[in-house]
């Protein structure tokens, strides 16, 4: 038989069974049947159940305790094994398995990060380390034990749901009645099949107040708080909804010069992890460092040594930019309830768990009333039988039947005092007492017991009926025990916006070919315009007035004719362009200043007209708005008497790029040449503080420090009692703990009001700050001294008022000014007082009528903050 025809036969056999199948949905073989399956349907069916059991079974948390279902099975199997003592955690994971169905690895690293929480588990022995990375040790050498505060607020078999494990054995609890919104402050992160949850933990004492403001009917606000510290911006937290993000940093102090430090990490990152991003934007460029130190042990330190002459406060802007120093989180909150996902906000969530939480303990005191009321019962069947005894009544009864009978018929007098029927169990109960216990009855000790229990019954029911003050005190409580050292490590704060191009380092050299009109950084044989980065744009002028903004490349074509090449910063208001240039081929010499700010990228403008012929025949670019002054010689002509005159630039105010510009002569012009460079037009710069972000701004937001020029400096005074000189550049960073920024002025007395902790007395003194940028102390140098006050007003008064055994001493009123002279900042000062001092406080200032000046307004360069009172602390 040919192929063709077995390929025939072998079709129409198909074709037959086929047909078979689909008729009677199944074939014989031998004496077994098969059924046959459409593999979509399959694939369906089976897809569906896989996804929902990863949703349901492992990845997403249940809204009432926060708990994925692993996590819920150790915490029942370490209650199980509970003794106080701890437990190998390879016991733990064992024994986990008798209620999970997967690995045990799964169990384990499960276990690890529930112990690295440090909320329900007690460790001991290496469980890794969160900053570093670093992996626990082998489960056979680690211990666990839950927490005082697990067993406190998890577990309770009374109150909890039960269902049978996976393979029908042992039983588990559906869901932990746990009386604590647990979900929010752990945290979670799971990834399922087509859906993914993540809720950032928050902060145990937060939870518990917001939760306590809840319940009052208050407003309340959540903000995540993270175990690595770190600084945060929660503005579009969105209540942990999909869609929000969060902003973290790491915390970055200045060492000195040549060091920065890094003490806390952004959220999910690592020393290590940390440290392999800043290398990498070294070697790319973006960053100059020389080398790295990780001393990171309890508490995280990492010593960043910078190259020489190199700014640590642009540093630091750079690593925010370019290494993960800085990192953006988008919560995604969802729970499963009712066995299905549910997204949900922080704020609802904390409100289902404190309404949960409330129920769970009104059912507790619902099971304990029952409790006592049945004990109740007992004592007093127990009193009526012993007292009254009818135990006698049943000496001539023959049978069971009717020893129950004679008994009841003995307690028929008595039901009406009890609170509910006199069942059968509660007679045979009464037969069970032996005859010892009766003999040694004391009835008495009987109606003291009733009484007891009758006074817990009124405790309980008045907590019943006063549930919501009894939730609260119960979570002040929660928070008395298990609150302290849990207080907020993520700093929140409102964090500007930190643009690349201004922080990066220059890794590039331009290069231009100004005939053939070509830039970029490959042309190393052609002239030498700047230093750049890789991510620079470049503005770049031709002769026709035509101009262009590109992105820095290798090579770069832009046209022929090239007379002016720069980095371009956009929204540089400062840049000012002075041009002079020809309209037309014969038509007028218009001169223009003025700055450009933005344009679309690659997109060629035009400075002059636009006319067919023009010509641009002077120009500069003055980075602070200089105006120099220029020499004009004109062609020579019949009847024109003057050919040479001069230009001053500062007389022709600064306009937009699309301005024509004035005209400086209708004749045909020789030639332009520089007489003098000139100064700026733009005057002193205005300066701003943003206390939110701690940075300073050119855009008028925050407070108004006045109208800075080349040599001016800004002073710095911190809370702790520090100062330094800086530089107005909108690149400084600050400390912490400002107190305040403000213009320095070297004649300025400041008066200061501390704490000396060497001698135990507080101090006075008034002292002028002397030039230094090195953070200086002006309280001495033990870190136990306090600043309680300073303030820069000329005439300052203080009333003093006394505590301790002075107590009853009037306060004294001091004129700081008549009572301590003019000082250098190193001086200790004058005692403030020999007496036990308890409050400072700071009256309204005498101005002497001689001394009255003035008062200049922020446009006329002063501080806003002059002759203010500046900080109120300590004693106050």
């Known amino acids: 038989m040919s192929t063709e025809n077995k390929d025939n036969l072998e079709q129409s056999e198909n074709k037959e069974l086929a047909k078979d199948t689909n008729t009677e949905g199944k074939e014989k073989s031998g004496d077994k049947l098969h059924k046959i399956m459409q593999l979509s349907g399959m694939y369906k069916d089976w897809f569906l159940d896989y996804a929902s059991y990863v949703i349901l079974e492992r990845a997403v948390p249940h809204l009432h305790d926060g708990l994925k279902p692993v996590q819920r099975r150790i915490l029942h199997a370490m209650k199980r094994l509970d003794d106080g003592r701890y437990n190998k955690v390879a016991n733990i994971i064992g024994y986990t398995m008798q209620y999970h169905p997967h690995g045990d690895a799964s169990i384990g690293d499960a276990l690890v990060q529930l112990g690295q929480k440090d909320i329900l588990i007690d460790t001991q022995g290496n469980w890794g380390n969160t900053l570093t990375g670093d992996s626990a040790a082998a489960p056979r050498y680690i211990e666990a034990r839950l927490t005082k505060f697990a067993l406190d607020v998890v577990f309770n078999p009374k109150t909890t749901e039960w269902k049978r494990s996976y393979d029908g054995r042992n039983e588990e609890p559906v869901t932990l009645p746990i009386k604590f919104p647990l979900l929010l402050a752990q945290g979670v992160e799971g990834i399922a099949v087509g859906l993914a949850s993540k809720i950032l933990p928050h902060n145990f004492n937060e939870l518990i107040d917001a939760s306590i403001a809840y319940l009052k009917g208050k407003e309340f606000e959540l903000f995540p708080d993270f175990p690595t510290g770190g600084i945060a911006d929660f503005s579009k937290y ?16 200045k060492e000195d010069k040549k060091t920065l430090k890094i003490t806390e990490l952004p959220f999910g990152k690592t020393t290590q992890s940390l440290i392999d991003s800043i290398l990498k934007a070294n070697e790319k460029g973006k960053i100059k460092i020389r080398k790295i130190d990780d001393n990171t042990a309890e508490h995280v330190e990492i010593l960043v040594h910078l ?29 499963i309830k009712d066995a299905k996902p549910l997204f949900v906000g922080v704020t609802e969530m904390l409100k289902i768990s404190t309404d949960s939480t409330v129920q769970l303990l009104k059912r507790e005191l619902e099971i304990k009333m029952d409790e006592l009321k049945e004990s109740w019962h007992m004592s007093s069947l127990e009193k009526i039988f012993i007292e009254n005894r009818i135990y006698h009544d049943i000496e001539e009864s023959e049978t069971w039947e009717n020893v129950i009978e004679m008994i009841d018929k003995g307690l ?18 009464l037969t069970e007492i032996k005859i ?10 009987s109606e003291e017991i009733i009484r007891g229990l009758e006074d817990e019954m009124k405790e309980v029911q008045n ?11 119960y979570f002040k409580q929660i928070r ?27 890794n590039q050299k331009l290069f231009v070919d100004r005939q053939e009109g070509f830039i970029g950084t490959s042309l190393r044989k052609d002239e030498f315009v700047c230093d750049c980065s890789d991510i620079d744009e470049i503005i770049v002028f031709l002769r026709d007035g035509r101009y262009l903004i590109t992105k820095v490349s290798e090579k770069t074509f832009v046209g022929k004719d090239i007379i002016h090449v720069a980095v371009f910063k956009r929204n540089d208001t400062r840049t000012i362009y002075n041009v002079i240039y020809r309209d037309g081929l014969n038509g007028n010499i218009i001169v223009k200043r003025c700055a450009i700010k933005g344009i679309t990228r690659d997109k060629e403008y035009d400075i002059t007209k636009g006319t067919k012929g023009s010509k641009i025949l002077y120009m500069t670019a003055n980075p602070n708005g200089e105006a120099e002054i220029v020499k004009v010689y004109l062609r020579p002509r019949p009847r024109l008497k003057k050919t040479v005159f001069e230009f001053d630039f500062s007389e022709l105010a600064i306009k937009g790029r699309q301005s024509i510009g004035n005209i400086l002569t209708k004749y045909a012009v020789h030639k332009i040449v520089l007489k003098d460079e000139g100064v700026s037009t733009l005057g002193g710069r205005k300066i701003w503080f943003e206390e939110e972000v701690l940075r300073l701004n050119d855009n008028a937001r925050g407070i108004f420090l006045g109208e800075f020029h080349s040599d001016d400096k800004i002073l710095v005074i911190t809370k702790s009692g520090k100062y330094r000189l800086t530089s107005y550049d909108l690149m400084n960073h600050f400390e912490d703990d400002v ?12 008066s200061a009001v501390y704490y000396d902790a060497d001698l135990e007395y507080y101090y006075v003194k008034r002292f002028t700050i002397e030039p230094t940028d090195k953070l200086t102390s002006f309280i001495g140098d033990n870190e136990e001294s306090r600043l309680i006050k300073i303030t820069e007003v000329e005439y300052p008064r203080l009333e003093v008022s006394f505590g301790g055994k002075h107590k009853n001493r009037d306060s004294e009123i001091i004129e700081i000014a008549d009572f301590i002279g003019v000082k250098s900042y190193k001086a200790r000062g004058k005692r403030l ?14 101005i002497k009528e001689d001394e009255v000046k003035p008062k200049e307004s922020p446009d006329d360069n002063q501080d806003d903050t002059s002759q203010m009172s500046l900080f109120q602390n300590g004693k106050d």
Do not use: W
Request: glycine content about 4%; aromatic content about 8%.
């Open 238 to 253: 969105n209540d942990g909804l999909r869609g929000g993000s969060i902003k973290i940093r790491a915390k970055i102090e």
């Open 480 to 506: 008395k025990k298990y609150g302290d050292g849990r207080d907020r490590k993520t700093e929140i704060r409102n964090l500007e916006s930190i643009e690349a191009t201004q922080v990066v380092v220059p």
């Open 463 to 473: 907590h019943l009926d006063n549930i919501i003050d009894f939730a609260i005190n």
């Open 436 to 445: 010892k216990r009766i003999s040694k009855y004391d009835s008495k000790k």
């Open 739 to 750: 107190l305040f920024v403000e213009k320095f002025r070297p004649d300025k007395i400041f």
């Open 833 to 846: 007082s020999n007496y036990e001092v308890k409050v400072v406080k700071e009256l309204e200032p005498l």
């Open 307 to 335: 190259q020489a002459g190199t700014s640590p406060d642009q540093t630091i802007d750079a690593l925010y930019a370019f290494t993960d120093c800085e990192v953006s989180v988008s919560p995604n909150a969802c729970v």
């Open 412 to 429: 028929e007098p008595f039901k009406k005092m009890l609170l509910r029927e006199v069942t059968l169990e509660d007679i045979i109960k």
